[in-house]
């Protein structure tokens, strides 16, 4: 069974930083594109970050310059570097990533359970 563990969610007070990672475990036979997405109380879930198998990464407009995801393939594991955080970053964070299982030979998505980030003074 595939699963998506994210950490490191809590809470920060503005202008605080934060690291969220997210290990995938289970029988993968390939792991490719990864990414990060948010969802606030009331509002849809929405794209924060993503990076490709090869490293490159794209974020929303939103969190340029703030935030970094990363990756590290040996580990089957994405982060995101979070700096100079607002109160409108407070959401559940959730990673999603695109894998093939060994069982399998058609990629799917999988996602995690969520992680809460909470960023209030």
């Known amino acids: 069974q595939v699963q998506l563990v994210e950490s490191g969610g809590g809470l920060v007070q503005p202008g605080g930083s934060l690291r969220l990672s997210c290990v995938v475990s289970g029988s993968i036979f390939s792991t490719y594109a990864m990414g990060w997405y948010r969802q606030a109380p009331g509002k849809q879930r929405e794209l924060v970050a993503a990076i490709t198998s090869g490293g490159s990464p794209n974020s929303a407009d939103s969190v340029k310059g703030r935030f970094t995801i990363s990756r590290d393939n040996a580990k089957n594991t994405v982060y995101l570097q979070m700096n100079s955080l607002k109160p409108e970053d407070t959401a559940v964070y959730y990673c999603?990533?695109?894998?093939?299982?060994?069982?399998?030979?058609?990629?799917?998505?999988?996602w995690g359970q969520g992680t809460q980030v909470t960023v209030s003074s």
């Open positions: 999603n990533a695109v894998i093939r299982e060994v069982v399998s030979t058609t990629p799917r998505w999988q």
